[in-house]
C-alpha cells in the first residue's frame, strides 16, 4: 500500500502537502467542525473582498493524541487555498524543538516575510526591522547590538502583523501540535489571538488539552491557550460505525461485527490508534471474526506501546538510528543532517528512508525533508534511545549543525542534552557563545539554559564567576530574582577565585540596578557604597559612589538628605575631566539642585554641561548598559522642571526611538512615556499627556503589579484629569489604584506623591484630609532639604485648604511658596506660587497677584498653568467691577484652555461671562494681519501664488516641492484662513491679481 494510500485511507497523515493540490484527506466523523472551517474561511473572504479589516477570527481544535488534529488542520490548509489570493500560513510545535526561540514564529513567517519586495519588506517591518529581524532568522544582529527585551520583539511582531495581514489579506495563520511551541512563540501567539479579530487574520490552533502534554516551561501558556474565546473544538472519538467501516475498507466485508465492536473499544474510537491495530491485525493476518477479537487486546500493546526491542525488530538497529537521529532534529527534517547524526553512508541513508517510509514511520515533504507520519510516533522512537546514545548523538547533532552552517543558535539545544562533567573548555566556550546569540535576538531563557549547562561542564575555575556574572546579567529583563541570586553567587565567590575587577565593578552596578528596580533602592544604594569602599581603581570607585547617590536620591525617604547633598556637592567640585563618569556626576548633581529648589540657572548650566551639541554624550545614552536609563532620566526631569520642556521632549522622545530600535518595550519604554507625559502635562498639553500616561500605566501593569512606574504614572494622570476638569475620574482612579498614604513603601514617586493627594483633595473640596496629608508631606521634605514648588506645590495647596479656619497661617504658607519658588527663579514656579496665593487673598489684592502671575506664566512653556492664570485674573477682574477688561482676560483664558484641551477650565471661564451677561465666546471677526501672523513662510509663499490662481501643480515646480506638500499647506492655509480658493484674497487682504507680493511686513500700507 503507497505512503498516500495510508493517509487517505483514515485520515491521520502528517497533514503535509503545502498547495490546493493536495490530496483531500477522508476525515470521519468531523462534519461539524468542517463546516466551521469552511463557514470561518469563507466569512474571511467575503468580509475582506467586502472591504472589511476587522474581520478576524480564532479556530481552537483540541483532543488526545492521535484523534485526528493534524488530518484537519490538512483539510483547512487545503480549503483555504483553494480561495484565490488567500495567504496561507502553517507551523508545527515539535516535542524536541519546544527549547528552540521562535521555533514556530520562524515557520509561519519566515517565508513570507523574506519574499517581500525589498520596499515593502521596509515598510512592513518599519523601525522594528533589527528587532524582528534577528529574532525571525531573517538577518544577522547588527554589529554591537545590544540584547533584545523579549517583550520588545513581541511589540515589533504585533506591528509587523498589523502591516503585512492587510497587504496579504486574506490571511490564515494554523498552527499544530500548539502545546509542542517554544515559549517565546506561545507568548506572543496567546495576546496575538486576542487581538486577532482587528485584522483580516484566520487564526487556527490545535493543540491536547491535558495538562501532562504540555512542558512544564509553558504551563502558564496552556492556561492562556485554554481561555481565549473563539470558536472552539473539541475532537470526539470516532463512533463504532466509523471504526468498522475502516476496518471493512481494509479487510473486505467479511469482519464480523462484533469483531468491529471488540476493536472500537480496543482503540476507545482513536483513528491513530486504530491505523497502527489494522497493521498489526493485517501483518498477522489475523481473520476478523469474532473469536479473533481477544488476541486484539495483545496486538494493540504492541501497535502503540513500542519498545526498542519492537522497534528493532521492526526496523533493524541500522534504521533504527536514523530514526532516532531524525526524531532528535524533530520536524522538517533535513535528510544530509539526519544521515551525517547517524553515521550512516549516502546509500545506507537512502535505504534506511526507503524502510521507515514503507513502514508508515516517516512521510517526505514537498520541499524534500522528512516528517515524522505522527508526532506519537517521533515521540516512541526518541524515548527508547538508551541514555548513554542519546547524550553521544546530541553531541554529534550539535557538532553537525554548526558545520552544516547553522550556527550556535540551532546547535545550541542539542548541547546543552549532552552529557555533563567533563570539564570540556571548548564546550564552555561554545555555550556562552551561543547564550549571547540569543540574548541579541530577545530570548534570555534560552540564554540561561546555556549558561547553566555551561556552569554543569563546569567551566575552570577561573572562569566560573564570569560565567555566573554572565548568568546573572542574562536575567536582567526578565527575572529579577534570578539575577540577584546569581550576581551575588559571582560576587561574593571564594577569595581566591574572585570575580576580574572590571566585571565586579559591573556586576555591583547590574545588582544595585535590579534591587532599585525592586524598590529596594536603600539596599542598593548601600551595596553600591560598600563596593565603593573597597575598589582600587578611581574610574570604577566613581561609578559605584555615583550610583549611590543616584538611589539614595529616588527614595521615598533618606536619613541624611541635605549631606548626602553636600557630598555630592564635594565631588562635583571635584571634577577635573568631562568623560561619561564626570557627566553622570554633574547630571545628578543638576537633579539634586533641582529637588532642592536651588538656583534653576545653576542646575541649567550643570545640566548643559552634561550634553554634547544638545544630545546625550557617548556612554550616557538611553540604551548604553555602563549607566542604565536612569541618569538620562535624571537629566530630562532637570528639564522638564526648570521651564526647559521642549529640550526635555527631545530627549523624551529620543528615548522612546532608542528603546524602540533596541527592543526594550519593558520598565525602559514605559518610563520614556511617563517622562514624555509629565513633558507634555507641563507644556499643558493634556490630552497628549493623558496618552503618554496611559501608555506607561498599561506597560507597567504588563510587567508587574503596583510597580515605581505605575505609581509615577497614576500619579500625573491624576493630575492631568484634574486639569481636564475630570476631577470625579481622577478621584475614582486614585481610589482604585490606591493612590493615597502611604504611596510606595521605599520608591519615591515623581513628582511627590503626597503634594498630588493632597492636591486631588482639595480638588474634591476634602480641606480637612488635604490639610492634614500637605502638612505631613511638607514635613518629610523638609528633612531631605527639598524646596521645589514645582515638583511639590504642598504649600501653596495647604494654604487653600486652611485659609477658612486659619487665615493667618494659610498666609504664612502661600507666602514661603513665593519665596520658595523666586529662590529657584523659573517663571513657571513664580507664576504658579503667585496664583495659588491669590486663591486666599481678597479680591484686589488677588488681581494685583494675579496680574503678577499672568506675566511671569506668559514667559513660561507652562500652557495650562497660564490658561488657569487668565481665568482666574478674569474672574478676579469681574469681582472688582472691571468688566472689559475682565472679559478680555476670560476670553484669552478659554483660547488657551481649548488648547490645552482643559475642558474643565474652559466650562468655568464660560460661566464666568455668562452669569454677568458676557458672550462666552467671541465673535470671532479677526483682521487679515492676524490670519496672515498665523501662516509659516512656507505656507505664505503658497498661499500667495493660490491667490494669482496659479495651480498646485506649478506652484510645486516654482518652489521645488513635492505637489503633495503644496497641497497640504494649501489645506493649512484654507483653514486658518477660515476660506476656500473663492475668498482666499479677501481674507489675506491681498488683491486677486498680486503676483509679486511679498512676505506680510510688505503689507503695511
Request: net charge negative; charged share 25%.
Amino acid at each position: 500500500m503507497t505512503e498516500q494510500e495510508n493517509e487517505l485511507r483514515a485520515g491521520a497523515g502528517s497533514g503535509r502537502g503545502d498547495d490546493a493540490n493536495a490530496p483531500r484527506i477522508r476525515l470521519r466523523d468531523r462534519d461539524a467542525e468542517l463546516r466551521s472551517v469552511e463557514a470561518a474561511v469563507e466569512r474571511l473572504c467575503l468580509g475582506f473582498a467586502a472591504g472589511g479589516t476587522e474581520i478576524g477570527d480564532l479556530l481552537t481544535f483540541s483532543g488526545r493524541p492521535g484523534i485526528g488534529k493534524t488530518s484537519l488542520l490538512h483539510e483547512v490548509r487545503r480549503i483555504a487555498k483553494l480561495r484565490e489570493k488567500a495567504t496561507v500560513l502553517f507551523a508545527r510545535g515539535g516535542e524536541r524543538q519546544f527549547k528552540e526561540p521562535y521555533h514556530v514564529l520562524r515557520q509561519l513567517l519566515q517565508h513570507v516575510l523574506g519574499d517581500l519586495e525589498p520596499d515593502v519588506f521596509r515598510q512592513v517591518m518599519g523601525t522594528w526591522e533589527e528587532v524582528v529581524g534577528p529574532a525571525m532568522g531573517l538577518k544577522q544582529p547588527k554589529a554591537g547590538a545590544r540584547r533584545l527585551d523579549p517583550q520588545g520583539v513581541r511589540d515589533g511582531l504585533d506591528y509587523v502583523l498589523a502591516q503585512l495581514a492587510p497587504r496579504r489579506a486574506p490571511m490564515v495563520m494554523i498552527v499544530d501540535d500548539l502545546h509542542w511551541a517554544d515559549g517565546e512563540s506561545l507568548s506572543w501567539l496567546t495576546k496575538f489571538a486576542i487581538r486577532s479579530s482587528e485584522l483580516p487574520v484566520l487564526l487556527v490552533f490545535a493543540f491536547r488539552e491535558d495538562e501532562n502534554d504540555w512542558p512544564a516551561e509553558t504551563q502558564e501558556f496552556r492556561r492562556s491557550v485554554l481561555e481565549l474565546k473563539g470558536r472552539k473544538h473539541e475532537l470526539n472519538r470516532l463512533t463504532l460505525s466509523s471504526v468498522t467501516d475502516m476496518i471493512r475498507a481494509e479487510l473486505g466485508d467479511k469482519a464480523e461485527d462484533a469483531f468491529c465492536y471488540e476493536f472500537w473499544n480496543v482503540v476507545n474510537g482513536n483513528p491513530f490508534e486504530a491505523i497502527a491495530l489494522l497493521d498489526q491485525v493485517r501483518d498477522q493476518e489475523l481473520e476478523p471474526v469474532e473469536e479473533n477479537s481477544r488476541q486484539l487486546h495483545e496486538l494493540a500493546v504492541d501497535a502503540t506501546g513500542m519498545t526498542l526491542k519492537s522497534w528493532l525488530d521492526r526496523l533493524g538497529a541500522s534504521t533504527l538510528r536514523f530514526a532516532w537521529a531524525c526524531a532528535m532534529l524533530g520536524t522538517d527534517i533535513r535528510v544530509d543532517l539526519a544521515t551525517r547524526i547517524s553515521t550512516q553512508s549516502t546509500e545506507g541513508a537512502r535505504e534506511s528512508i526507503k524502510r521507515l517510509r514503507k513502514q508508515r514511520v516517516l512521510t517526505q515533504s514537498p520541499n524534500g525533508n522528512l516528517e515524522f507520519v505522527h508526532p506519537l510516533i517521533a515521540s516512541s522512537i526518541y524515548n527508547t534511545m538508551p541514555d548513554a546514545t542519546r547524550l553521544g548523538m546530541h553531541g554529534i547533532a550539535a557538532a553537525e549543525i554548526e558545520n552544516a552552517g547553522l550556527g550556535l543558535l540551532a546547535a545550541s539545544r542539542h548541547l546543552v542534552e549532552t552529557h555533563s562533567g567533563e570539564g570540556d573548555d571548548r564546550i564552555v566556550r561554545k555555550l556562552r557563545r551561543a547564550a549571547i546569540e540569543h540574548q541579541l535576538i530577545g530570548a534570555p531563557e534560552a540564554a540561561q539554559r546555556c549558561l547553566k549547562r555551561a556552569l554543569n561542564e563546569p567551566p575552570a575555575d577561573e572562569i566560573k564567576t564570569e560565567v555566573l556574572y554572565e548568568l546573572g546579567c542574562s536575567a536582567l529583563l526578565t527575572n529579577p530574582v534570578a539575577t540577584v541570586n546569581q550576581l551575588k553567587l559571582a560576587l561574593f565567590s571564594p577569595e581566591d577565585l574572585p570575580l576580574r575587577p572590571e566585571l565586579r565593578v559591573d556586576a555591583t552596578f547590574r545588582l544595585s540596578e535590579v534591587l532599585a528596580h525592586a524598590g529596594e533602592l536603600g539596599q542598593a544604594a548601600v551595596v553600591c557604597q560598600e563596593e565603593a569602599e573597597v575598589t582600587v581603581d578611581p574610574a570604577g570607585r566613581q561609578r559605584l559612589q555615583a550610583a549611590s547617590f543616584m538611589w539614595h536620591a529616588f527614595r521615598k525617604s533618606e536619613e541624611d538628605g541635605p549631606g548626602r547633598s553636600a557630598r555630592l556637592g564635594v565631588m562635583c567640585r571635584s571634577l577635573r575631566g568631562r568623560e561619561a563618569a564626570d557627566r553622570a556626576v554633574l547630571a545628578m548633581r543638576a537633579w539634586d539642585l533641582t529637588l532642592r529648589g536651588a538656583s534653576s540657572t545653576e542646575a541649567l548650566a550643570l545640566a548643559d554641561e552634561v550634553l554634547d551639541s544638545g544630545r546625550l554624550p557617548k556612554g550616557l545614552g538611553w540604551t548604553d548598559t555602563t549607566w542604565g536609563f536612569e541618569l538620562p532620566s535624571m537629566l530630562c526631569l532637570t528639564y522638564i522642571y526648570n521651564d526647559r520642556i521642549a529640550q526635555a521632549e527631545r530627549l523624551a522622545a529620543d528615548a522612546i526611538i532608542q528603546f524602540e530600535i533596541a527592543g526594550w518595550s519593558g520598565a525602559h519604554r514605559g518610563f520614556a512615556y511617563f517622562l514624555m507625559g509629565l513633558a507634555r502635562f507641563r507644556r499643558g498639553l493634556l490630552a497628549e499627556a493623558e496618552d503618554f500616561l496611559r501608555r506607561a500605566y498599561r506597560i507597567s501593569q504588563r510587567m508587574g503589579d503596583k510597580l515605581p512606574l505605575a505609581w509615577d504614572a497614576i500619579g500625573v494622570l491624576v493630575d492631568t484629569l484634574i486639569a481636564r476638569g475630570r476631577v470625579d475620574e481622577a478621584w475614582t482612579m486614585a481610589n482604585d489604584f490606591g493612590f493615597h498614604p502611604p504611596y510606595h513603601p521605599t520608591a519615591m514617586v515623581l513628582p511627590d506623591a503626597a503634594s498630588l493627594y493632597g492636591k486631588l483633595l482639595v480638588a474634591k473640596d476634602r480641606y480637612a484630609g488635604a490639610a492634614a496629608a500637605l502638612t505631613e508631606a511638607g514635613a518629610q521634605l523638609e528633612v531631605r532639604g527639598w524646596r521645589n514648588t514645582v515638583w511639590a506645590p504642598w504649600a501653596g495647596h495647604l494654604a487653600i485648604a486652611i485659609a477658612r479656619d486659619e487665615p493667618e497661617r494659610a498666609r504664612d504658607y502661600a507666602q514661603r511658596a513665593v519665596r520658595d519658588a523666586r529662590d529657584f527663579g523659573t517663571a513657571s514656579a513664580i507664576g504658579s506660587a503667585l496664583r495659588l496665593q491669590a486663591r486666599i487673598e481678597d479680591a484686589r489684592a488677588a488681581v494685583e497677584l494675579l496680574e503678577d502671575a499672568v506675566t511671569y506664566l506668559g514667559q513660561s512653556p507652562a500652557g495650562y498653568e497660564h490658561a488657569v492664570a487668565l481665568v482666574d485674573l478674569g474672574a478676579a477682574l469681574r469681582r472688582v467691577g472691571r468688566l472689559d477688561d475682565a472679559q478680555e482676560y476670560l476670553y484669552q483664558g478659554i483660547e488657551l484652555a481649548q488648547h490645552c484641551s482643559a475642558e474643565g477650565l474652559v466650562d468655568r471661564a464660560r460661566r464666568e461671562l455668562a452669569n454677568y451677561g458676557l458672550r462666552p465666546n467671541r465673535l470671532g471677526l479677526r483682521d487679515f494681519r492676524e490670519t496672515i501672523e498665523t501662516l509659516s513662510s512656507a505656507e505664505w509663499e503658497v498661499a500667495k501664488r493660490a491667490v494669482q490662481g496659479v495651480p498646485a501643480q506649478r506652484i510645486a515646480e516654482e518652489l521645488g516641492v513635492p505637489v503633495g506638500l503644496v497641497n497640504r499647506r494649501l489645506a493649512a492655509v484654507y483653514r486658518k484662513a477660515g476660506s476656500g480658493p473663492d475668498g482666499l484674497a479677501s481674507a489675506l487682504g491681498l488683491p486677486q491679481q498680486q503676483r509679486d507680493a511679498g512676505w506680510p511686513e510688505d503689507l503695511d500700507d
